[in-house]
């Protein structure tokens, strides 16, 4: 019985340790966030080096990669979003320094397709 009684109160701690952290990333994910999803039609985007990946963000307050997501999406882009940015991420395509050239595939789709756009290249 004494055996129950202390994994019983185990099982309370761990419990309860889950409902604390749990609390805790619900609060984190209510908060404000200082982004917002503001949507424009002219695409403006900014084409940066993150980490081994190339990252195609907006380059103003405004998201103008929405409208164009299944574009993004088609060429394997997958969605990021950090405290510090968002914007479509394509993993291992900037093994060098290289950017315009490792980006390359996405202005070319970009033009394939007759989208009128701005890039600006953050190294």
Do not use: H
């Amino acid at each position: 019985m004494e055996d129950l009684n202390e994994r019983i109160s185990e099982l309370e701690t761990i419990f309860n340790n889950y409902q604390i952290k749990t609390d805790n990333r619900i609060n984190e994910l209510e908060k404000p966030s200082n982004k917002t999803c503001m949507i424009r039609e002219q695409l403006d985007i900014t084409i940066a080096k993150y980490k081994k990946y190339i990252l195609v963000k907006s380059t103003g307050e405004t998201n103008t990669t929405q409208p164009y997501k299944e574009v993004f999406k088609d060429l394997e882009g997958k969605w990021m979003k950090t405290n510090e940015t968002c914007g479509w991420i394509y993993p291992g395509k900037c093994q060098d320094s290289e950017l315009e050239k490792n980006s390359k595939f996405i202005i070319d789709k970009l033009n394939e397709m007759n989208i009128e756009f701005d890039v600006i290249y953050e190294e």
